[in-house]
């Protein structure tokens, strides 16, 4: 649906390519293990987590399951402050929204936040080719707009970068973008932020227009929340006299009171920080105080259809801390640009397919970028149950069934290139409803098992590629039981 | 149909065999969670600010109210500000005795003018002790959002006990969600380099809390 990375090749494929890259491999077990043993730390650190963990699972369900209510309720209060409301049933049309009101200022640059819901809309594209340059403000993003690159992580899009990387990025296009990194920069995080700092101000004195998305927003109140490091959002969120700001339908919570819930998970999960450095919480306009001008574009773009899907719904509790992310092995080793979506990592393979549809190859091929493993489920801060999904979704893709898909209920066909699962699956079924057949499959098997392939031939090979075929025994167990204690004596142990 | 409709059409649609009527958030959501964690004195609730300020890189000093003044002169000459913004409403005591040249944030100063100013001096509305946290609401002693943000160096002073709770949720039932609030957590900071945080981005790259005791007015809480 978004412009961003189409045409992406299926994940193992893409994976395939970044499993061999040593310096990818150890940037990303190095900035993984770093905030694991962190995280798990600042969470100890709270008694309730647990309590905390299923309030905040409560909150999100309660909110998803009555959206009808909150949404207007939010709209209502983000108009009676002073701001206005927009409606994107889809990213073109969020984009030409944002790219109408940016026109209207007069303006042709805007600064930008890190947010995730322009990411997914591919806003910095459509602004571009109206244009009107958008400048990413967010250091990791910043990394990735100068390398010309594709976020890989959601908290830390360039999280793919070790320090002498940027510093070789920052040293060679900073000047495209405008004041140039200094002569003589080294790799020290603290200099390439100093950089960064030096590079961006200017920017931000001078911006008329903000863009940012919004981490929650609050449906009695009207307050939007952005939680952020490093002060950019501040800049972007107070300094511009125009505020736009896209924001996912999913991000609302009923009442001001639930905002103490997430924040004292979020930050733990995402940065392993007791509190992240700045938290700004605005409510529509104020006077003399910040933007004067403040529109909120509420996006669906697939949420709808995912909220439509009674086991895949839990995806839209998602807060993006990234926890889940961190400690998944196959991300850890595959990287997040092979997930071909700005989210990545194990949230990515359940909400991507369900965002977006399964009929792409790299859509289709998500819900198995996964060994089922449920450390994502462990420390996800809303319980996502993400193993739960992924199975539910290799179900769609292999069997078809329905689904919703702009609003609409299609039946979707059984994807292509799973006809030998399916195959296998009903042979296996067939045989398991018959014990004579499978009985008399299980002793040719064993008979013949010196001449059992190392690989598998056919559309088993890809399977067999990773794996060790399993040893068929000499004898099947059946014939074992049958032979040692067998026949109905009913001896010690037996069967009757 | 305008969007609105079409997308809440969708959700209706979506929610199909869901629960029908208001819907009851209070019998939703089990609040059985901690309000805050652990049991301390007033005392060590305030050392516990202090501890966790300091554990983010914010620099903490404190002092009774007598020698505040004295205190903030000093903390802008050792910084070598020459210019200091000041929000409406800080209590005029405050900066007597300092040397830098007093900015007033006026409707009319740029970005640009905040930009060319050494430091700030503020007060806040409530502080968080668990998370070592500032939280400002634009009250008049602390100004617009901006004079806190553009200026490198920010001394923010905190009226002890009185302005300090000991956890977020706390803090959220003192606040006003119809003002622009701020919640600040130690200096500018990064994770964005492998994940390993740095201090000083964009934000006042030092930050500088004044813990006050015997405050007269009970001001902000």
């Known amino acids: 649906m ?6 992406m090749p299926s994940f ?68 009676r402050a002073g701001g206005t409301v927009h409606w994107a049933a889809d990213a073109d049309e969020a984009n030409r929204i944002v790219t109408g009101l940016v026109q209207a200022t007069g303006e042709r640059e805007v600064v930008k936040v890190k947010s995730m819901a322009t990411q997914e809309i591919g806003l910095n594209e459509a602004l571009a080719a109206e244009g009107i340059t958008a400048y990413e403000t967010d250091l990791a993003e910043l990394i990735v707009q100068l390398g010309d690159d594709r976020p890989s992580h959601i908290l830390v899009p360039a999280i793919h970068r070790n320090r002498g990387e940027i510093r070789d990025i920052f040293a060679r296009t900073m000047s495209e973008w405008g004041r140039p990194a200094p002569e003589d920069l080294t790799d020290t995080p603290a200099e390439l932020a100093e950089a960064a700092r030096l590079h961006l101000r200017e920017k931000f004195l001078r911006a008329k227009v903000g863009i940012s998305g919004a981490n929650f927003m609050v449906a009695d109140t009207g307050t939007l929340v952005v939680v952020e490091s490093e002060g950019n959002g501040r800049m972007c969120l107070t300094l511009p006299e125009t505020l736009i700001s896209v924001v996912g339908i999913e991000k609302l919570v009923p009442s001001w009171q639930d905002l103490e819930v997430f924040l004292q998970t979020l930050p733990r999960s995402s940065t392993a920080e007791r509190m992240n450095p700045y938290t700004s919480m605005w409510t529509g306009t104020t006077d003399g105080d910040g933007p004067q001008a403040f529109h909120l574009v509420l996006l669906d773009n697939g949420r709808t259809d995912t909220l439509a899907d009674e086991v895949g719904r839990q995806a839209l509790r998602c807060i993006r801390c990234s926890a889940c992310l961190n400690v998944c092995p196959v991300y850890e080793r595959a990287g997040g640009h ?6 990545p990592g194990p949230i990515g393979a359940i909400l991507s397919p369900q965002l977006r549809g ?18 994502c489920y462990e420390v996800c801060p809303v319980a996502i149950d993400i193993p739960e999904v992924l199975v539910h979704l290799r179900e769609r893709v292999v069997q078809g069934g329905p689904a919703t898909r702009r609003g609409k209920k299609v039946t979707l066909r059984p994807a292509k290139g799973h006809a030998a699962e399916r195959a296998a699956m009903r042979a296996a079924g067939l045989a398991f409803a018959h014990p004579g057949a499978l009985a008399f499959g ?10 059992h392939p190392r690989r598998l031939p056919g559309p088993g090979r890809a399977w067999s590629d990773s794996r060790a075929v399993p040893e068929m025994p000499a004898e099947p167990f059946r014939d074992w039981w049958q032979r040692t204690r067998g026949t109905g004596t009913g001896e010690k142990g037996g069967a009757k | 149909m305008s969007s609105r409709d079409v997308i809440l059409n969708r959700v209706r649609r979506a929610l199909v065999g869901g629960p029908d009527g208001a819907p009851d958030l209070d019998a939703a959501v089990d609040r059985s969670y901690l309000v805050e964690h652990g049991a301390r004195s007033v005392e060590e609730t305030v050392d516990l ?28 000459a050792e910084r070598g500000a020459r210019s200091v913004v000041v929000p409406p409403g800080l209590p005029s005591g405050w900066l007597e005795g300092a040397d830098p040249v007093r900015v007033h944030d006026l409707e009319a100063s740029t970005a640009q003018d905040l930009d060319a100013v050494d430091s700030v001096v503020t007060g806040c509305a409530v502080a968080v002790a668990e998370t070592g946290t500032l939280v400002l609401d634009g009250s008049p002693d602390q100004g617009r ?58 934000g006042p790259r030092t930050l500088e809390v004044v813990l006050v005791t015997g405050s007269p007015e009970g001001h902000g809480c």
């Open chain 1, 12 to 79: 193992p494929e893409a994976a395939h390519d970044a499993v061999r890259d040593a310096t990818l491999r150890a940037n990303l077990r190095h900035a993984t293990h770093t905030i694991r043993a962190k995280r798990a730390k600042a969470v100890a650190e709270l008694d309730d987590w647990a309590e905390l963990r299923e309030a905040g699972r409560q909150i999100k369900d309660h909110t998803l399951r009555h959206l009808d209510t909150y949404l207007p309720r939010l709209e209502e209060s983000v108009v």
């Open chain 1, 338 to 343: 092979a997930y071909g979506s700005v989210y």
């Open chain 2, 145 to 202: 959002r901006r004079i806190t943000l553009v200026p490198d160096h920010h001394i923010c002073v905190v009226r002890v006990p009185d302005q300090v709770v000991s956890s977020v949720p706390q803090a959220l039932r003192r606040l006003d969600p119809a003002r622009p609030l701020t919640w600040i957590s130690g200096p500018s900071a990064t994770s964005d380099i492998e994940l390993d945080r740095v201090e000083g981005v964009h």
């Open chain 2, 49 to 76: 600010l202090a501890e966790n300020l300091a554990d983010y890189r914010a620099i903490v000093h404190r002092t009774d109210l007598d020698g505040l003044a004295e205190l903030l002169a000093r903390l802008l």
């Open chain 1, 2 to 7: 978004s412009g961003t990375f189409v045409g």
């Open chain 1, 442 to 451: 299980q002793r040719i098997a064993a008979r013949t098992r010196r001449f």
């Open chain 1, 358 to 375: 399964t009929e792409s190859e790299i859509d289709a091929s998500l819900p198995y970028a996964s060994s089922l493993c449920g450390a």
